[in-house]
């Protein structure tokens, strides 16, 4: 897994298709895509496992007990391109458009495997993720610890193309 790029600015996931993603025109459907993303930002952003790797940015804990939740308030999702069924992984990059005081905007963009040629980008994406306290169900404020290594990879926020 690829951390940054040349800019230091946008972490590279490796997302690998699986068959039940495609629909019955034999491409990503547009709910795997969200389901893609979403396993994109928890491999991003949540501590490794015992004997697993993660980049810099995962600091946090995964599960209601830990006391945080990580919900999705708002996402949208721009398709550039179908994107068919590959063996070669899916590369999201992922950079933070914002950091608030309890919420992100996280920024994605879904490539063909950086060792294809051509290269295509497939989709745009933004998911604003408000960080809530599991007891009382408010919003909690971003640690400092989740400030200082989601702050080397903020960027431009993704400006849309057909609103």
């Known amino acids: 897994m690829s951390e940054t790029d040349s800019t230091g600015s946008r972490l590279h996931i490796p ?3 699986r068959w039940g993603d495609l629909d019955a025109f034999n491409h990503v459907n547009n709910t795997s895509m969200l389901k893609l993303l979403e396993e994109a930002r928890v491999r991003a952003f949540w501590r490794a496992g015992p004997g697993e790797e993660a980049p810099s940015t995962a600091v946090l804990d995964s599960g209601i007990d830990e006391g945080v939740l990580t919900l999705i308030a708002r996402q949208e999702i721009e398709y550039l391109a179908p994107v068919p069924y590959q063996r070669r992984p ?4 992922m950079w933070f458009g914002k950091l608030g ?18 290269r295509t980008l497939y989709a745009r994406s933004t998911a604003i993720i408000v960080l809530v306290d599991a007891g009382s169900g ?8 989740m400030r200082d290594a989601w702050a ?9 193309a057909h609103r």
């Open 138 to 145: 408010t919003p909690t404020r971003l640690t400092q610890e």
């Open 90 to 93: 899916l590369e999201v990059q």
């Open 101 to 118: 005081g309890s919420s992100v905007e996280v920024c994605y963009e879904v490539h063909n495997d950086p060792a294809a040629e051509p």
């Open 152 to 160: 080397p990879f903020v960027g431009p926020s993704i400006e849309y």
């Open 15 to 17: 997302i690998h298709l």
